[in-house]
Structures are given as C-alpha cells and as structure tokens.
T-cell receptor, first 113, second 116 residues
Framework: AQSVTQLDSHVSVSEGTPVLLRCNYS??????LFWYVQHPNKGLQLLLK??????LVKGINGFEAEFKKSETSFHLTKPSAHMSDAAEYFC???????????FGTGTRLLVSP | SAVISQKPSRDICQRGTSLTIQCQVD?????MFWYRQQPGQSLTLIAT?????????ESGFVIDKFPISRPNLTFSTLTVSNMSPEDSSIYLC?????????????FGPGTRLTVL
C-alpha cells in the first residue's frame, strides 16, 4: 500500500525567504506524486505532479519539487516566499490508475512580513 | 481540466437528520470520488462512484451511512445519514481529468457540514 509522511505540521518563514516542505513516500511500485494547496475556505488546487518523467518538477506560482528515489522523498520548495503562499499543503500519492489518492497529514505554511 | 460545483456550500444540521450533497461536473466522467476532511485533518477517500453500478466504499465507510447515487456521467450525490457531531467535516467530490490531465484529480469546492 502507498503512504506519504509529511514531516512538519507547521512551517514558518519570512516573506522573501526560501520555503521547504518535506514529504517522504512509501510505495510498492514507481509512484505518482502530487502536491496540492488549500487556501483558507478555498478548494484544493494542484501545484505540481510527478509521474515518472523528469525528476525535477516545476509547478505553478514558482514552486518545484524533486523526486528522489534513493531517499523516497518528494520535497516541495520555493526560492522566495510570498504572503499569498500562506496555506495548507498536502503531499499525495496515487495508485497506478491515478484514482485512489492517499493524502499526507498536511503542512501549514505561515508567512510573516 | 474539469469544473466541479457542489451544493450546498455549507449547512448546519441537527443530529439524527440526513443531508444530501450534490456534485455536478461540466464534462462526462467515468468515475467520481467522495472525500471527507474532518476539522484540522487531511482528506480521506470515502468511496468511488461509477455510473451504472454500486459505489465502492473504503474501509471504515458503509453504504447505510453514506449512500451514493450516480444517475449519469456528470452528476453524483452523497448522503450523510443519521448525522452526529462526529460527521462535522468538509465533504469534497473529485474527478480524474482527461487528455493531458488524465493523471490528475480535480476537486470541487467542498461542502462544509456542521452537526449540532
């Protein structure tokens, strides 16, 4: 069975500093991995996805993530945080049919001025 | 991408009653999914709804509590039956995309349910 572990429940950064949200996965096959963002009282939005193509994946709003098989990690990064990045971020793994999604517990990103 | 709407967007209900949540998609899709997000928690898959067949429920979820209908390829409903305060959650539907988005899931805005 697939699973993901988000290592931090909260991450606090200052505006303009780098963002790192950590995610480790477990899968019995080559996984498909996603990062979703949920702003307060808003729906879920897909930031980026990895589906066995390039290991460095670029997403929307300047975010990117690197798939590292040797470390079973898929950490999300952004060079410079913006106040509008404050939200809940979910690391997600899917089954081979891209149907059953397993969500991590989420990381709340706080951005201070 | 798919555009998904849900009704109602939020509701406050009394324990023991039932609420039916509607999910409408702007395109025909084979599978629709229902998730629950309890307060401060992550999302958990409740069931997969196929048109023309019974929904498939995940462990811990049963049809008597969460009956699902899927009358056509663009619409589904989830009923939360005999509600208790523990059912207070956000309920979301989702669909798998198509063409270049075949490996993505798109989510509706969610229905925020409070049970008193």
């Amino acid at each position: 069975a697939q699973s993901v572990t988000q290592l931090d429940s909260h991450v606090s950064v200052s505006e303009g500093t780098p963002v790192l949200l950590r995610c480790n996965y477990s899968s019995s096959y080559s996984p498909s991995l996603f990062w979703y963002v949920q702003h307060p009282n808003k729906g879920l939005q897909l930031l980026l996805k990895y589906t066995s193509a390039a290991t460095l994946v670029k997403g929307i709003n300047g975010f990117e993530a690197e798939f590292k098989k040797s470390e079973t990690s898929f950490h999300l990064t952004k060079p410079s945080a913006h106040m509008s990045d404050a939200a809940e971020y979910f690391c997600v793994v899917s089954d081979e049919g891209f149907q059953k999604l397993v969500f991590g517990t989420g990381t709340r990103l706080l951005v201070s001025p | 991408s798919a555009v998904i709407s849900q009704k109602p967007s939020r509701d406050i209900c009394q324990r023991g009653t039932s609420l039916t949540i509607q999910c409408q998609v702007d395109s025909q899709v084979t599978m629709m999914f229902w998730y629950r997000q309890q307060p401060g928690q992550s999302l958990t898959l409740i069931a997969t709804a196929n048109q023309g067949s019974e929904a498939t429920y995940e462990s811990g979820f049963v049809i008597d509590k969460f009956p699902i209908s899927r009358p056509n390829l663009t619409f589904s409903t989830l009923t939360v039956s005999n509600m208790s305060p523990e059912d207070s959650s956000i309920y979301l539907c989702s669909v798998v995309g198509f063409q270049e988005s075949y490996n993505e899931q798109f989510f509706g805005p969610g229905t925020r349910l409070t049970v008193l």
